[in-house]
């Protein structure tokens, strides 16, 4: 990906940058449900947003974590959080998460490919790849809704959430091992995790539940 | 450990597979009881199989993980998961933890004399090897109970498990500083603590509680 | 610091315990509200004197920890903890409680200190050593509550703890920069977050909080 012309540069930062806003925002709006202070705000959004990929990188004994290498992010972070305590009222809440809806999806995918494509090139077995790549994009809000003192909505709210990230996981590694190229790989991932969770979104699936 | 007669060597695996999938059991019935959907089972299974190693490796420094290593077992996890939602009911769940309770004290001697050992082989104290031998058997328990937001049950139900194991760590330690046999002293660690939960299950122990 | 006088050191080392103390018995507190057992209590107490800085060194990848290469602490945190179950009472948990608040802001100067040092000597940037210095002053806390079943006390109480913290780091970094001396950085770091919570203990600061 060294050689892209101007615009598609400039396009997947615009893409990572949405997706990156969208899982911080999900933090943000948690820890304002839940009304918590300055600190707190911050804590959880930086979770949201940056917890998946720092708890991957933990497992996988990798540093430095993005956020170390890319410390404009923290501070991007921080000033989010400052101008939503300023700015931000209850009745943003819902039509903020509603329009995160879709770069939240965006960046299911691009967190999963990420995290699929790291665990890969350290050596580690396609399922457990896989499963790197769910906790890239699933576990920040995982956490998140840990430290809120919630069962995490991604484990009890019987959406494909997680679940599209494991089928784009898996089609990270089939396209990989099938081409060799991890650009086109990464690519598959997003599209297909991107694809089901928009459909899951639109058709209302919901995932198997206990029988009493 | 590497010239164990066949028989012997089955056996052992049978032993370490019902322990494990004692634990992993505590994991499914917590996750039914509190109507995870099929994410949300898998990972607190997978926590309360394996979490508890898992985080004693992250502290000891250790790679790889026991599950990239033997990634049968996530199969094997996912397709009891599988299993359970499709066959598991309400009624099952108290004779199914009835069941489990003595492979349980098996898997919790089991992991305490894999964490003590491991922690020895890398340089720890005494103490600090005993506790991580805590950590290895207690902490998925922990971990478990921390995701379906709940306090611990390890932390308050005030019966002995943390302390046999604790025990039965002390007891590796000893025997293994007087005899210098790493195999007989994971034998005697297993031993301990399995006797002392089986007499604390048997006898109905309680741990001391606050006064008011 | 290599060539103080005795008396410096004894006092430095008196100071040091007075701040672990401080640390374990908010986390000793926290356990005896929820009545936990012993297993509990000394796990709680654990995570909130030494969780903070065990965090900052799995984050920077250092070992050993603290508790691993003094583990004359470990038994002295036991200790305490029989002590606090045989003789504490639930009269005594407000008293202790005032009584440590002192004690408690020094350790969060001197815990902070540490933390940015620590990330500074292994390269971070400026923002993630004063940020590792927030953690390990603040996260044993958080560990301490989220294990307790609470929302982080240091996440809604609007009460500037770890703000103090993160002006304390600010100010290291700037006198290291300016002064190139760790251990001037160092007081430094302990005044200006001493200061600030004394200050804001005794002025009642409050944090801003959301508006409806």
Redesign the interface.
Known sequence: MDNLPVWAYRLSVAIEAAAVLAFALSGLLA??R???????VF??TFLAAFGGG?LRD??L?Q?P?F??EH?HW??LLMGLCVAA?AF???RHFEPTERAMQWPDALGLGLFAAAGVSKALHTG??A??AV?MGVVTG?FGG?LRD???????R?????RP???CAFIGGWAYVGWWHWTESAAQAMMVCVAVTFGLRALALWRNWV??????
């Open positions: 820890a304002a839940k009304q918590l202070d300055a600190v707190g804590t959880v720092t933990l497992l004994d540093r974590f956020w170390v410390v923290l501070w305590m931000m009222r209850h580690s077995p399922l457990v499963l699933v995982v840990v430290v809120c003192n919630e069962i995490p991604a484990f009890q709210d019987h959430y997680a679940v995932l198997p539940a206990w029988k009493a």
